[in-house]
């Protein structure tokens, strides 16, 4: 089932601009983990949020969680093409299959001159 | 030496071919997962292992069966692949085990 919803679809930025990718949970939040995927590739494994109002940063990436929203924002600054990729939100729902991650349908992102 | 190794990274079959996927990890994980994905679609669970005797079906399990021959060791299978089922497969440790890695996913693809 699709319980997080990400926003936007794709997105298409210029270098060196900021943005935001969202993901939005309908039921409560106990860990919320942020992927980059390089299409057709694996997933690398960005940042874990288990806490309301937890932020964490790596490089130029930061997300936040905000757990009374049930909801969770990726912010790139300064995007390089090398930040260009699907962007998938997983979370923990606690109970759903063996603590499986409940995923997101992904964010495309592209970078471009 | 990466943390889950999955085998083969390419597969091209044929409809009603039987069909194995294998997932190897080297951290002594009791928990193991198979997913699927599809373009635009996320990763949806196909099964989840707790431990070699515990075996459990996931939200699309249909058309799928896996092993658990060892703890480190957790398979797959397509008794009899059809078209719908060509997605990229990952295979993973529990979300907690950090860092989470991901292998490196099976590309599948039932002509």
């Known amino acids: 089932s699709q319980e997080l919803e990400q926003s936007p679809q794709s997105l298409i930025v210029q270098e060196g601009k900021n943005l935001t990718i969202n993901c939005t949970s309908s039921?409560?939040?106990?860990?919320l983990y942020w992927y980059k995927q390089k299409y057709g590739e694996g997933l690398i494994f960005l940042m874990m949020?288990?806490?309301?109002?937890e932020e964490k940063s790596h490089e130029k990436i930061t997300a936040k969680l905000d757990e009374k929203k049930q909801q969770s924002s990726l912010h790139i600054t300064a995007s390089q093409p090398s930040h260009a990729g699907i962007y998938l939100c997983?979370?923990?729902?606690?109970?759903?299959?063996?603590?499986?991650?409940?995923f997101g349908k992904g964010t495309s992102l592209l970078v471009t001159p | 030496d990466a943390d889950v190794t999955q085998t083969p990274r390419n597969r091209i079959t044929k409809t009603g071919k039987r069909i194995m996927l294998e997932c190897s990890q080297t951290k002594g994980h009791d928990r193991m997962y198979w997913y699927r994905q599809d373009p635009g679609l996320g990763l949806r669970l196909i099964y989840y292992?707790?431990?070699?005797?515990?075996?459990n079906k996931g939200e699309i399990s249909d058309g799928y069966s896996v092993s658990r021959q060892a703890q480190a060791k957790f398979s797959l299978s397509l008794e009899s692949a059809i078209p719908n089922q060509t997605a990229l497969y990952f295979c993973?440790?529990?979300?907690?085990?950090?860092?989470?890695?991901f292998g490196d996913g099976t590309r599948l693809s039932i002509l």
């Open positions: 997983g979370a923990d729902m606690r109970g759903y299959s063996g603590y499986a991650l409940n």
């Open positions: 993973a440790p529990p979300p907690f085990a950090q860092p989470q890695h």
């Open positions: 292992s707790f431990d070699v005797k515990d075996i």
């Open positions: 949020l288990q806490k309301g109002g």
């Open positions: 039921k409560t939040l106990y860990g």
